[in-house]
């Protein structure tokens, strides 16, 4: 499915915007004279990390780096766009050697919170408060989670735990490591329990989309007992979201490889990876994947519960 002429023109006059540079930033060095790509490698030829944009991001495009005060970043009443440039990272409460950067809170207008978590060799996680449910999603390095049963386990790069309201557990990590957590108050049915569970995206199905293109994986079951889910979606270049959405649903979205515009109510924002966007209930929502290399973003959603509640 390709874009419309007509959309092309509004694309095109954006895609200064959206443009990473005449040379992409390197891993760990210099410019590459050209965009790497997973089956090329890098200006060393050496494959990039998997979403090694993410933790080596664009930060603004080549010919507005020197522009003072400059960002992509906008905040309005139903939607924001966190760019890179406007992470600010501190200690996170009762963390260990961690710091971290809120993108997405209450006082946004979300009833969530979502957060990267940059650790180092001893950092150490803190629990959740009381009643709050949380997820982890490995963008580079690896953990160790251990739970209150004894058991562990390594998550690595394009992994993930989901730990229950009031679980204890603990996150240590011997590298230096981002996650992209998810926590949210648990809102309970009666009845239902949600489990732990640990996995990482390649496991899960490809599930159907009808009268879409994209790929889709869900990373919680679908069932009663969780809340909310986390979708991977992975758009080919060219391809864009059929059903222009307006529903009841939160989103909290973290661009983890690629470029495109995303459509939020009014207003049209390139984007590439590192981004994070929040959209509040029933704003208009729409996304294009454009450049040379796939789309894939991280997508929370809640799910399961009447609204009245």
């Known amino acids: 499915m390709m874009l419309p002429r007509l959309l ?30 997973a089956a090329s490698g890098g200006c060393s030829g050496v494959r990039p990390p998997l979403y090694w944009k993410v933790t080596n991001p664009t930060l603004a495009p ?36 961690t710091l971290g950067a809120y993108l997405i809170s209450p006082a946004i207008g979300a009833h969530f919170t979502m957060y990267l978590a940059k650790m ?13 449910e949380r997820l982890i999603f490995v963008i580079q390095g690896s953990i160790l989670l251990s739970e209150e049963s004894g058991n562990t386990h ?11 309201a009031n679980m204890k557990h603990s996150v240590i990590s011997d590298e230096v490591t981002t996650l992209v957590i998810f926590e949210r108050r648990y809102t309970t049915i009666e009845g239902y329990h949600p489990d732990l569970i640990v996995g990482s995206t390649d496991k899960q199905p490809l599930l159907e989309t009808p009268g879409e293109v994209f790929e889709l ?7 009663l007992p969780y809340d909310f889910n986390i979708h ?37 924002y390139p984007v590439q990876s590192g981004d994070t966007i ?6 208009p929502q729409w996304y294009a994947a454009l450049g040379k290399t796939k789309t894939r973003y991280l997508l929370y959603k809640d799910v399961n519960r009447d609204p009245l509640i």
């Open 154 to 164: 390594t998550l690595l790069v394009d992994s993930y735990a989901y730990l229950p």
């Open 217 to 223: 994986r869900k990373l919680l079951p679908t069932s």
């Open 278 to 283: 929040w959209m509040a209930p029933f704003v």
């Open 62 to 97: 080549a010919h507005l780096q020197d522009l003072p005060g400059f960002t992509r970043s906008v905040y309005k009443r139903d939607h924001s766009l966190i760019t890179p440039e406007s992470h600010v990272f501190s200690p996170l409460p009762d963390w260990i050697n």
């Open 120 to 132: 180092h060799d001893g950092s150490k996680s803190a629990l959740p408060p009381k009643g709050v």
């Open 8 to 37: 092309l023109l509004v694309v095109a006059s954006a895609l200064p915007l959206a443009s990473v540079a005449a040379g992409a930033v390197g891993v760990g060095e210099g410019f590459c004279s050209a965009e790497p790509s």
């Open 232 to 268: 991977i979606m992975d758009f080919q270049p060219g391809e864009y979201l059929n059903v222009k959405e307006v529903h009841y649903n939160q989103h909290g979205l973290l661009l983890l490889e690629g470029q495109g515009i995303y459509r939020l109510g009014d207003s049209w």
